[in-house]
C-alpha cells in the first residue's frame, strides 16, 4: 500500500514537472510568433534570422561579388547612383537588431554612406597578373566580418585595376539570396530604376489570430501551386495539392479527385524528407573536413555561351547538365594531380532553388530552397558523365527536397542559436560545395557609362563546408569561379585551370561522335 501511494506521489510530481516544461515551451513559441508578428517593430522573417544567426569563425554569411569595369569609375558617380538607387530598399539604411525571440529591423539613426562605400588600393603585381591580387583582396574581404552596428553591406572601389576599374560588394545573406540581390544590383547599372513602391502592409493581428496569419505567412505561402510550378518540380497534380494546403475550402468543393493528388504529395513528401535525413556521407576527399579560417577565391576568363549551346543540344542535354559535367571533371581532375584515387566516387553540392516568381525578385529576404545535387567526380569519359549528371538533375526534378528545406530554415529560425546549428550541421556534414548557377544578362551592362565587363558572385558557405562553386552566364559568356578554405584547397586556381580543357575534351567527343549513323 505505501509503495502504492509513493508511485502515486512520483507519478503526480513527473506530471507537474512536465506540464511546467510544456509551459515554458509554450511560452518560447508564443514569444517567437508574437515577436515575428511585428510587435515591437519590423520584424525579420525566422528564414531570414537563421541566416543572421548562421555566423560562425570558419563561414561568415555574406554573398560576395565583383565587378571589372571599363574605362574607370568614379568614387563620386558610384555614390550618387548609390544614393539614388540602392538606398530606396530600406534594408540598406538598417540594421539587423537580434533579441530572445529572434530580430529586427531598425533604421540605423546614424547611417554614413561613407561606412558602406570605401576606395582601396590593390598590392601590387606584375603586368598580367593583376587578377591575382583582386582575388587576393576579396578573399581577406570574405572573412571580415560587416559591423553589426550599421547595415550589413558594403561595396569596396578599386578606382585603378587594369586600366579601368573593380566593385567588390559584401551583402550579408540576411538580407537577401542571390537572385534577389542580382535584382536589386542592377537597379545601379545605367537604365535601372529604383525598387516598385510599397504597399503599405494592413495591420496584423493579435494573439492565436496573428500566431495563424504568420504560421501562413511564413510557412504555407512559399508551398503553393506558384512556388511548384516556377520550380518545375512537380506535376499539376502535386501543385493543386499544394494549393490546397492555402485554400482547403475548395478541396472539400473539388471531392476526392484532389484526395489522390494529396496522397502522391504526401508519398512525395514523406519520400523527400527521409531522403534528406537519410543522406550518405560524401565519398571522403582533401575538400572535406574541418576548415580554417582563411579563404581563397579564383575564377576563369569566359567561355563563349554560344559553344556551351552547341554542346548541350548536339547531346540532347541542358546547358546546366554540360556546365555541371564540367564541374565534376575540374574537381575529379584537381584532386587525382593531388594524388587521389578517384575511381567511383562523388561529392554532394547543395543548390539554392529559386522559389518566388522572377516578377518579384526585386522583394528582399530569402525565398529559395536547397536541393542536394550528387556530383559523379569519379566518372573519367566526359560525354557518360554529363550523362550522368542529366540523369541526376532529372532525378531531382519532381523533388520536393527545395521545399523542405525552405521550411526547415523557418523552423531553425524558432530555435535557440545552439539547436539551430545543431540542426543544420547535420547537413553540412553531409555536403563537400555550395554551389550556385544563374543566367544573367545577355548583352554587358553599364553603371555611370562605364561598361561591366565581367561579374561574379559567390554565396556562403556553412557549416563545416569549404568549397563554394559559382557559374554565371553574362554577356555572351559563362564563368566559372571558386572560394574554398584555404586549409581544405589552398589553390583553387588549379581547379580553376581544369574547367575549361573539361569543356574542350567535351566538345571535341561530341564533334567525333557518329552522328551521321
Not at 502592409?201 to 501551386?225: C, H, M, Q, V, Y
Not at 547538365?321 to 564541374?327: E, G
Not at 550541421?425 to 548583352?443: D, I, Q, W
Not at 563554394?468 to 578554405?485: A, E, K, N, R, T
Request: charged share 20%; net charge neutral.
Amino acid at each position: 500500500m505505501v509503495t502504492r501511494v509513493l508511485a502515486k506521489d512520483v507519478a503526480q510530481k513527473a506530471k507537474r514537472q512536465t506540464q511546467k516544461a510544456a509551459r515554458v515551451v509554450q511560452k518560447n513559441v508564443t514569444d517567437a510568433v508574437v515577436g515575428s508578428l511585428g510587435l515591437h517593430g519590423e520584424r525579420m522573417s525566422k528564414v531570414d534570422t537563421a541566416w543572421l544567426r548562421m555566423d560562425s569563425a570558419a563561414n561568415l554569411m555574406m554573398i560576395v561579388g565583383v565587378w571589372v569595369i571599363h574605362p574607370k569609375l568614379k568614387l563620386a558617380d558610384l555614390q550618387l547612383r548609390v544614393e539614388e538607387r540602392l538606398l530606396k530598399y530600406p534594408r540598406f539604411v538598417q540594421c539587423a537588431v537580434e533579441d530572445g525571440a529572434g530580430a529586427t529591423w531598425v533604421k540605423d539613426p546614424a547611417f554614413d554612406i561613407r561606412n558602406h562605400l570605401v576606395t582601396e588600393t590593390l598590392a601590387k603585381k606584375p603586368v598580367g597578373r593583376e587578377q591575382e591580387a583582386l582575388q587576393d583582396r576579396l578573399a581577406q574581404l570574405t572573412m571580415e566580418p560587416l559591423d553589426k552596428q550599421h547595415p550589413l553591406w558594403q561595396f569596396h572601389l578599386v578606382e585603378d585595376y587594369k586600366g579601368g576599374s573593380a566593385l567588390m560588394v559584401r551583402i550579408h545573406h540576411c538580407i537577401a539570396d542571390g537572385i534577389a540581390l542580382i535584382s536589386v544590383t542592377q537597379s545601379l547599372v545605367d537604365g535601372g530604376a529604383p525598387p516598385p513602391q510599397r504597399t503599405p502592409r494592413e495591420a496584423r493581428a493579435d494573439g492565436l489570430e496573428g500566431a495563424e496569419e504568420w504560421i501562413a505567412n511564413a510557412l504555407l505561402k512559399p508551398f503553393t501551386s506558384m512556388t511548384v510550378k516556377a520550380l518545375g518540380a512537380a506535376g499539376e497534380g502535386a501543385a493543386r495539392s499544394m494549393g490546397l494546403l492555402m485554400e482547403p475550402q475548395k478541396g472539400m468543393e473539388q471531392g476526392m479527385h484532389n484526395s489522390v493528388d494529396a496522397a502522391k504529395m504526401a508519398y512525395q513528401v514523406v519520400s523527400d524528407l527521409a531522403a534528406l535525413a537519410l543522406m550518405p556521407d560524401d565519398s571522403p576527399t582533401r575538400l572535406k573536413g574541418m576548415p580554417g579560417n582563411r579563404k581563397r577565391v579564383a575564377w576563369c576568363p569566359p567561355i563563349p555561351l554560344e559553344e556551351v549551346k552547341a554542346v548541350g543540344k548536339a547531346l540532347n542535354c541542358s546547358i546546366n547538365d554540360v556546365l555541371l559535367s564540367c564541374v565534376a571533371g575540374a574537381i575529379g581532375e584537381y584532386l587525382k594531380e593531388q594524388g587521389e584515387v578517384v575511381t567511383g566516387k562523388e561529392i554532394r553540392a547543395m543548390v539554392p532553388v529559386n522559389l518566388r516568381p522572377m516578377e518579384q525578385a526585386y522583394k528582399l529576404g530569402n525565398q529559395f530552397g536547397l536541393a542536394p545535387l550528387v556530383l559523379p567526380i569519379g566518372v573519367e569519359n566526359p560525354v557518360e558523365r554529363v550523362y550522368e549528371v542529366r540523369a541526376r538533375m532529372r532525378g531531382l526534378k519532381g523533388s520536393m527536397q527545395p521545399l523542405l528545406a525552405f521550411g526547415l530554415l523557418a523552423v531553425a529560425g524558432l530555435l535557440i542559436k545552439p539547436a539551430q546549428d545543431a540542426l543544420l550541421n547535420l547537413f553540412s556534414k553531409k555536403t563537400t560545395a555550395v554551389m550556385t548557377n544563374v543566367p544573367g544578362p545577355r548583352e554587358k551592362l553599364k553603371i555611370c557609362g562605364s561598361t561591366i565587363e565581367e561579374t561574379l558572385f559567390w554565396v556562403p558557405q556553412s557549416g563545416s563546408v569549404g568549397l563554394g562553386v559559382s557559374i554565371l552566364s553574362y554577356g555572351g559568356g559563362v564563368q566559372f569561379g571558386v572560394v574554398s578554405d584555404a586549409k581544405l584547397c589552398p589553390d583553387p586556381q588549379k581547379i580553376i585551370d581544369q574547367f575549361e580543357p573539361e569543356f574542350a575534351k567535351l566538345s571535341m567527343l561530341t564533334l567525333m561522335l557518329p552522328w551521321g549513323e
